[in-house]
């Protein structure tokens, strides 16, 4: 069984920062690919970043130059950089893996990221 566990959202003002952060546990293998997704109220969930097994990244236009995903292999873990947030980056952040050889997918269960004066 894979857990994913999410932390590091909470309510920062526009211009602001935070930093996710996604650990996953259990067994495990080998992760593939970890990614940051996003749910804003009565949208649809959307990519955010994701990086690849060899640190490649890529990043929606909406967040690129504001956000950094980075992973730290030895502790299959993820993380989301968020800087210069804006009220529209309000949303509820969810981590993603897929997990070798066979492409399995995990996901965690979220963490609201609110953006507000």
């Known amino acids: 069984q894979v857990q994913l566990v999410e932390s590091g959202g909470g309510l920062v003002q526009p211009g602001g920062s935070l930093r996710l952060s996604c650990a996953a546990s259990?067994?495990?293998?080998?992760?593939?690919?970890m990614d940051w997704y996003r749910q804003a109220p009565g949208k649809q969930r959307e990519l955010v970043a994701i990086?690849?097994?060899?640190?490649?990244?890529n990043y929606v236009d909406f967040v690129k130059g504001r956000f950094t995903i980075s992973r730290d292999n030895a502790k299959n873990t993820v993380y989301l950089q968020m800087n210069s947030l804006k009220p529209e980056d309000a949303a509820v952040y969810y981590c993603?893996?897929?997990?070798?050889?066979?492409?399995?997918?995990?996901w965690g269960k979220g963490t609201l990221v609110t953006v507000s004066s």
């Open positions: 259990g067994s495990i293998g080998s992760i593939s690919v």
């Open positions: 993603h893996i897929i997990v070798s050889p066979y492409n399995m997918n995990y």
């Open positions: 990086i690849t097994g060899d640190g490649t990244t």
